[in-house]
């Protein structure tokens, strides 16, 4: 079975400041890995996602990953934050096989000090 | 860009009395799913459908929740009786096939008083 573990619950950075968010994971082969969104009272948005091939992956709103096998990571970068980033960011884990369930993370939740 | 649908947004009940959600997954995805995102948690995930069948329900609290989708199109998730502990975002979300990548509804908010 698969997991992931988000090690920050907050983060809080200045406007055009760089931002990394940490995620680590645990599954026995090559995960399917998601970064997803989500503002208050709202769904989830799909930011980026890595299935195979490339290991540094771009997504939406100037967001990349990189996937790291030899240190089981997936952190999320952002090089400039702006203020309509503030949301929680939840890091999720997909089996490769079988259901291809997700296990999510418990989230790290952004703020933006302007 | 097509979405996946779900109503209510908001629910109030009392506990014992019963509430159901509707989802609405985008059009030709064979794969729905219903997770429960407990306030501070990340997503938890209760029933997997492909098309009309239940392809994974270990989660799902079956003394008191129900799923369906009868034509492997829209889904209906209801709890009877409603526990205080119930109150969550209720999220849907649907796949072309369990292997492409899943895209979330806007939630049900619960609250069990």
């Known amino acids: 079975a698969q997991s992931v573990t988000q090690p920050d619950i907050h983060i809080t950075v200045s406007e055009g400041a760089s931002l990394e968010l940490r995620c680590n994971y645990s599954?026995?082969?090559?995960?399917?890995l998601f970064w997803y969104v989500q503002s208050p009272g709202q769904g989830l948005q799909l930011l980026l996602k890595?299935?195979?091939?490339?290991?540094l992956v771009q997504g939406i709103k100037g967001f990349e990953a990189e996937f790291k096998r030899s240190q089981s990571s997936f952190n999320l970068r952002k090089p400039s934050v702006h203020w309509s980033d503030a949301a929680e960011y939840f890091c999720?884990?997909?089996?490769?096989?079988?259901?291809?369930?997700?296990?999510f993370g418990t989230g790290t939740r952004l703020k933006v000090l302007a | 860009e097509a979405e996946v649908a779900q109503s209510p947004r908001y629910k109030i009940t009392e506990k014992s009395q019963a509430v159901a959600f509707w989802c609405d997954p985008i059009?030709?995805?064979?794969?729905l799913y219903w997770y429960r995102q407990i306030l501070g948690q990340g997503p938890e995930l209760l029933v997997q459908?492909?098309?009309?069948?239940?392809?994974?329900d270990s989660q799902l609290p079956k003394d008191r929740f129900s799923a369906e989708r009868l034509k492997g199109v829209d889904s209906t998730l209801k709890i009877q009786p409603a526990e205080l502990g119930d109150s969550a975002m209720y999220l849907c979300?649907?796949?072309?096939?369990?292997?492409?990548?899943?895209?979330f509804g806007p939630g049900t908010r619960l609250l069990v008083l």
């Open positions: 999720a884990v997909g089996a490769a096989r079988g259901t291809y369930k997700y296990i």
């Open positions: 599954y026995g082969a090559t995960p399917y």
């Open positions: 459908f492909q098309d009309e069948s239940v392809v994974d």
């Open positions: 059009s030709g995805h064979a794969t």
């Open positions: 890595y299935f195979s091939g490339d290991t």
């Open positions: 979300a649907s796949s072309l096939s369990r292997q492409e990548t899943q895209y």
